[in-house]
T-cell receptor, first 115, second 112 residues
Framework: DTGVSQNPRHKITKRGQNVTFRCDPI?????LYWYRQTLGQGPEFLTY????????KSRLLSDRFSAERPKGSFSTLEIQRTEQGDSAMYLC?????????????FGDGTRLSIL | DAKTTQPTSMDCAEGRAANLPCNHS???????VYWYRQIHSQGPQYIIH???NNETNEMASLIITEDRKSSTLILPHATLRDTAVYYC?????????????FGTGTLLAVQP
C-alpha cells in the first residue's frame, strides 16, 4: 500500500526564484489537499481538488501560488517569485470522496527554505 | 480558528497508558472528532475518529463524553515511538468545507 508521495523532500532556493512541488496521492483517492506548516504551528489549509477541479482556496494562497491537478491524479504547487515568508513545510493529503468522514492521509511534505 | 483546546504538553512513562484530553465545547451535531499525530519531520498521521460512540482501533481508543463537549485519546501502552504532537480536530460531516483546521496540539513526551 503506497501512501501519499511528495517530491522533492527538501528544496533550498534563493529569494525571487520560482519553485514547483509535486504530490502523488493514494491511487484511488479523488480528493487532494495542500497545507502549509510553519515552525511550531499546526498545518494550515491552502487548497483542495476533487478530481481535476479546484474547489476551495484559502486566502493564504496569494496570486504567487498556483496549484494544478490536470488529470485528476498527481498535483503540482508552484510558488512564483519566492519570498522569505514562504519558508515552510508544504504538505499534501488525499482522501476518498463518497463518504465525507473519510480521513485525509498526509505525505511527509516538502520543506522549502528561502535564502 | 481551531475549535478545540488541548494542553500544550504532557509526559507519560513508557509502557503506561497515555490519556490525551481535548475540549470541543462548541461542537455541533454534524461534526466528527478526528485525531492525528505528527512525529518530527514527518507529515500528520491519522489515528482515529468518532462521532458520539467510543471507538477503538489498532492504534488507540477514543472516548467521547455523552454531551460531546470533550474527548480523550488513549494510547494503551505508550512507547518511545509515540513521542509526537497530537492534534484533535473537529470536522463537519457532509458540509461544504473539507479542510482540517489544526490547532497547536499536545506534545506528548514518552519517558523511558
Amino acid at each position: 500500500d503506497t501512501g501519499v508521495s511528495q517530491n522533492p523532500r527538501h528544496k533550498i532556493t534563493k529569494r525571487g526564484q520560482n519553485v514547483t512541488f509535486r504530490c502523488d496521492p493514494i491511487s484511488e483517492h479523488n480528493r487532494l489537499y495542500w497545507y502549509r506548516q510553519t515552525l511550531g504551528q499546526g498545518p494550515e489549509f491552502l487548497t483542495y481538488f476533487q478530481n481535476e477541479a479546484q474547489l476551495e482556496k484559502s486566502r493564504l494562497l496569494s496570486d504567487r501560488f498556483s496549484a494544478e491537478r490536470p488529470k485528476g491524479s498527481f498535483s503540482t504547487l508552484e510558488i512564483q517569485r519566492t519570498e522569505q515568508g514562504d519558508s515552510a513545510m508544504y504538505l499534501c493529503a488525499s482522501s476518498l470522496f463518497g463518504d465525507s468522514n473519510q480521513p485525509q492521509h498526509f505525505g511527509d511534505g516538502t520543506r522549502l527554505s528561502i535564502l | 480558528d481551531a475549535k478545540t483546546t488541548q494542553p500544550t504538553s504532557m509526559d507519560c512513562a513508557e509502557g503506561r497508558a497515555a490519556n490525551l484530553p481535548c475540549n470541543h465545547s462548541t461542537i455541533s451535531g454534524n461534526e466528527y472528532v478526528y485525531w492525528y499525530r505528527q512525529i518530527h519531520s514527518q507529515g500528520p498521521q491519522y489515528i482515529i475518529h468518532g462521532l458520539k460512540n467510543n471507538e477503538t482501533n489498532e492504534m488507540a481508543s477514543l472516548i467521547i463524553t455523552e454531551d460531546r463537549k470533550s474527548s480523550t485519546l488513549i494510547l494503551p501502552h505508550a512507547t518511545l515511538r509515540d513521542t509526537a504532537v497530537y492534534y484533535c480536530i473537529v470536522r463537519d460531516y457532509g458540509g461544504a468545507t473539507n479542510k482540517l483546521i489544526f490547532g497547536t496540539g499536545t506534545l506528548l513526551a514518552v519517558q523511558p
